[in-house]
């Protein structure tokens, strides 16, 4: 059974850097996309990030594109997300989530939760100016 589990939440300074990482296991299904989505107090899910095993491609929200890497150690069967410069409006609980299987690179980076079938159960991040 595929199971997500995220790991490296964390609160800091305004400026300041965390990696949050996501184990995946059980996914046997190739290809499939991965990524992390956020939710605030009061606020819906937003996708932030995501790779696609397919072709390696990425894609990622605005508000933190320039900042925030998404990437994928496929040995180690972990999806991580460098976050740099970050912001109180950061400040939110992070989910890794997967589509699995995804065959279409196109539709498998978009940054909604339509076909996305696994959660992790979320790790917070807390920024504080």
């Known amino acids: 059974q595929e199971k997500l589990v995220e790991s490296g939440g964390g609160s800091v300074q305004a400026g300041g850097s965390l990696r949050l990482s996501c184990v995946a296991s059980?996914?046997?299904?190739?290809?499939?996309?991965m990524g992390w989505f956020r939710q605030a107090p009061g606020k819906g899910r937003e996708g932030i990030a995501i790779i696609y095993t397919g072709d390696n491609g990425t894609n990622y929200a605005d508000s933190v594109q320039g900042r925030f890497t998404i990437s994928q150690d496929n040995d180690k069967n972990t999806l991580y997300l460098q976050m740099n410069g970050l912001k109180p409006e950061d400040t939110a609980m992070y989910y890794c989530a997967a589509r699995v299987p995804c065959y279409s690179g196109s539709w498998c980076n978009r940054l909604t939760q339509e076909g996305v079938n696994y959660w992790g159960q979320g790790t917070q991040v807390t920024v504080s100016s």
């Open positions: 059980g996914i046997t299904h190739r290809p499939y996309s």
